[in-house]
């Protein structure tokens, strides 16, 4: 009988991972697997606790307690090991506006240390992927925001990454150019059966792009289900806004954020749409 996904090693794996700043539980006693290949879509107010997951997945900071393997390997013992096989997106801007697209990859390819041999294959295998082939010559300063995402996301593919981490990928993105998003993560995943971990505020996007869902909220995983799992907790015309809504007692207001981050976010809309 062939193996299914759940048949093989985890692709993340945490144990009662936390994370405490003094008396505050920004992780509390995570439980989650990952399965090889599959879109895990990750959801919750801000504050909720996910960046702080993922950057103890990506060995950025170290869990109070509690372990966690990514690729295998144990993310405070083994941390060189797990970088080495991860690829990770931050939700700030990380490309270099002076660089062309080309450029950008190709300095990416030198800092992951492949092969000279290989860089420009892999370089131009990642721009028909990601759709951007015709852009290779442009700088990134003259790419829209949907671009810049796409780049951003070859960039941290080149090493060809076990697990790839994209921290609100699509945010300050126009409509049309979250679905170009969208589209070429899912040829990406197609192509590589790489396991990816997403964070959103935008419920259709995990709706639509995500195989299983984590709802966080206040640092705990609250449940973990297929979108249509998760709906049906709540009724049969159920949304996932609606899921959000009972399970963190959070409105849209509360998602919203703060001065500052709604700054950031628009900012980042205005000069890259």
């Known amino acids: 009988m062939p193996e299914t996904a759940e048949d093989l090693p985890a692709a993340v794996q945490t144990f009662d991972l936390t994370k405490t700043f003094g008396s505050l539980a920004a992780v509390d006693r995570a439980l989650l697997t990952l399965y090889p290949g599959e879109i895990f879509g990750l959801i919750g107010p801000n504050g909720a606790g996910k960046s702080t ?9 170290p869990p109070t307690s509690g372990r966690a393997t ?31 697209g080309y450029e950008s990859l190709l300095l990416s390819a030198r800092l992951y240390n492949i092969p000279r041999r290989e860089r420009a294959e892999r370089i131009d295998r990642a721009l028909t992927v990601m759709g951007l082939t015709e852009a290779a010559g442009r700088q990134a300063g003259n790419y829209s925001g949907g671009m810049i995402r796409r780049l951003e996301i070859a ?4 090493h060809r990454p076990s697990v790839l981490f994209l921290d609100e990928p699509t945010v300050g993105l126009d409509p049309v150019a979250r679905r170009s998003v969208w589209e070429h993560v899912r040829r990406l995943r197609q192509d590589t059966q790489t ?24 640092g705990r995983i609250e449940r973990i289900g297929t979108a249509t799992e998760l709906k049906a907790l709540v009724g049969p015309d159920a949304t996932l806004d609606d899921v959000f809504a009972h399970l963190t ?3 849209m207001q509360e998602q919203e954020g703060s001065y500052s981050d709604i700054r950031r976010t628009r900012e980042s809309a205005r000069k890259h749409a």
């Open 249 to 251: 007692g959070a409105g």
């Open 195 to 218: 396991t990816m971990l997403i964070t959103t505020h935008y419920m259709e996007e995990a709706d639509e792009l995500c195989d299983r869902i984590a709802v966080m909220h206040r």
């Open 155 to 158: 960039q941290s593919m080149l």
């Open 53 to 61: 997951l993922i950057k103890m997945l990506t060995t950025l900071t």
């Open 70 to 100: 990514v690729a295998g390997f144990d993310v405070l013992t083994e941390s060189a090991e797990v970088r080495r096989r991860i690829g990770y997106v931050p939700q700030q801007l990380s490309a270099d506006r002076a660089l062309t």
